[in-house]
């Protein structure tokens, strides 16, 4: 499937690495970054509507879609410093030195790096429903952590969560799209069976990019953390009620880490840029207005 009125290409971003992008728009650029278990089609309210006036980039990431799946055995390869590094010669080869970065889930941790590693190349970063990698460990703990079961699944060594999932692949992403996507039609079938097929054919990598999150992307943060390092560009989060029902503030969270910050709960579900793409929309647009303080 393709998003209906976007051009579509490889581009090479690292060595042995190309990635599947639509792009379509004119202006200001703006990258859009999927989350799990889905792919760039995630953003085909989202995208169609700021490419009226922006130019947007939908890429899948390494490791998803129809990106290249490099062998996961070093760390380095799925760390969210990688993968945003990534990101970042994606627009360089589109002619963009600079760019607006918004993901989700995944995507957001990818964008969360971004910002960090990158502060004078992302000018705006939106986090829809995913907290920085070392609080989300944090706030994990008890009974309510079993939400949360694939991130300790997928942070075993090499071989048991690859041959598990493996096994029975659309069983495992497909207890995700439904228990996270709720009633009514954001997953239309069409939809839900392409994120299936990817899924299918990434388990490796999907498995490697969550490895990386309980390993090397918990050093790369915790150095942030360390030296103070924080997000210096306009920052909004839209979020679940996580604090609520995980018992922490989601909002002090953030705060630690973005001073120019509009955090806001929304009504949707965690698929929000699909099952409420008007309030993602206008968050974005929002966004996109601000000027640093």
Not at 57 to 84: F, N, V, W
Not at 167 to 176: E, K, M, R
Not at 271 to 279: I, S
């Amino acid at each position: 499937m393709q998003l209906t009125g976007f051009d579509y290409q490889r581009v090479p971003v690292a060595d042995g690495v190309a990635l599947n992008v639509a792009v379509a728009g004119s202006g200001s650029p703006v990258v859009l970054l999927h989350g799990f278990p889905q792919t760039h089609l995630m953003w085909r309210h989202v995208a169609a509507d700021l490419a009226a006036d922006h130019t947007v980039l939908c890429p899948d990431l390494r490791g998803y879609g129809d990106s290249d799946k490099p062998d996961g055995t070093d760390p380095r390869t799925y760390s969210k410093r990688t993968m945003a590094a990534d990101v970042v010669a994606l627009a360089r080869a589109f002619g963009h030195d600079r760019f607006a970065l918004a993901g989700h889930d995944r995507g957001a941790l990818v964008a969360i790096r971004a910002g960090l590693d990158h502060p004078e190349t992302i000018t705006h970063l939106a986090s829809l429903d995913v907290l920085p990698t070392l609080d989300m460990w944090d706030v994990l703990h008890g009974a309510n952590a079993a939400v949360a079961f694939h991130l300790y699944l997928m942070a075993q060594p090499p071989g048991l969560p690859e041959t598990l999932i493996g096994a029975t692949p659309d069983a495992f992403f497909g207890h995700f799209l439904d228990a996270w996507s709720g009633p009514g039609d954001a997953l239309p079938a069409d939809v839900r069976a392409e994120y299936l097929r990817a899924s299918r054919e990434a388990v490796p990598s999907i498995v490697a990019d969550y490895r990386a999150s309980a390993t090397i992307d918990v050093e790369h943060d915790t150095a942030d953390r360390e030296a103070g390092n924080r997000l210096r560009m306009p920052v909004t989060v839209l979020q679940q009620d996580w604090g609520a029902a995980l018992g922490y503030d989601a909002e002090a969270v953030w705060r630690a880490w973005a001073g120019d910050l509009d955090h806001r709960t929304v009504t949707s579900g965690h698929f929000m840029a699909e099952q409420g793409p008007a309030e993602v929309i206008k968050a974005l647009r929002e966004l996109l207005t601000r000027t640093t303080g």
